[in-house]
T-cell receptor, first 114, second 112 residues
Framework: NAGVTQTPKFQVLKTGQSMTLQCAQDMNHNSMYWYRQDPGMGLRLIYY???????DKGEVPNGYNVSRLNKREFSLRLESAAPSQTSVYFC?????????????FGQGTRLTVV | GENVEQHPSTLSVQEGDSAVIKCTYSDSASNYFPWYKQELGKRPQLIIDIRSNVGEKKDQRIAVTLNKTAKHFSLHITETQPEDSAVYFCAAKDQGAQKLVFGQGTRLTINP
């Protein structure tokens, strides 16, 4: 089973460039999440989607947009990248009932903005 | 919104001793509390979780306790081993809104 798949794994951007991080899950989960993890820091929630068709802001949404394309896919877009957005980005998904709501993480995208 | 505080930020214990990590949360609607372990360069992985209708849960050397009245929960690792060295995160989730918020993490080092 693939679980949660993120692309790309690594990316270098110049300040002001845009890019979209892709995330797909094959576990039929309703909820999906985007987190950023700065060096030595915790996981901060950027945006989440409780179900297909809905998205909500997390703790640090400024500078990001998301799209819940369908139940499987949840993308994160940086419209105009800034050095402060240099981080490791994790996508995660979870079921709602039955499975206790365990969140499964993708392998992460290491983004550097120069 | 939900705020999860985790302490300590770093913890060093001798192999064989116990380790305790504590978290508090702010949103009384939160009803699911997972703990994740993250090894260097890897993704976080669930090690144990607890629902709000349960006070304690054990899985071999790992246990979690929850005090819903005080809004705090703790991770206990007994008989620590070198492979327990990692960063541990607590989290809180409102199963209704599905918002999952993490604490700041604890870097646990097991000294041989």
């Amino acid at each position: 089973n693939a679980g949660v798949t993120q692309t790309p794994k690594f990316q270098v951007l110049k300040t002001g460039q845009s890019m979209t991080l892709q995330c797909a899950q094959d576990m039929n989960h309703n909820s999906m999440y985007w987190y950023r993890q700065d060096p030595g820091m915790g996981l901060r929630l950027i945006y989440y989607s409780a179900s297909e068709g809905t998205t909500d802001k997390g703790e640090v949404p400024n500078g990001y947009n998301v799209s819940r394309l369908n139940k499987r896919e949840f993308s994160l877009r940086l419209e105009s990248a800034a050095p402060s957005q240099t981080s490791v980005y994790f996508c995660a998904s979870s079921g709602t009932q039955g499975a206790l709501g365990e969140a499964f993480f993708g392998q992460g995208t290491r983004l550097t903005v120069v | 919104g939900e705020n999860v505080e985790q302490h300590p930020s770093t913890l060093s214990v001798q192999e064989g001793d116990s380790a305790v990590i504590k978290c508090t949360y702010s949103d009384s609607a939160s009803n699911y509390f997972p703990w994740y372990k993250q090894e260097l360069g890897k993704r976080p992985q669930l090690i144990i979780d607890i629902r709000s209708n349960v006070g304690e849960k054990k899985d071999q050397r790992i246990a979690v306790t929850l005090n819903k009245t005080a809004k705090h929960f703790s991770l206990h690792i007994t008989e620590t081993q070198p492979e327990d060295s990692a960063v541990y995160f607590c989290a809180a989730k409102d199963q209704g809104a599905q918002k999952l918020v993490f604490g700041q993490g604890t870097r646990l080092t097991i000294n041989p």
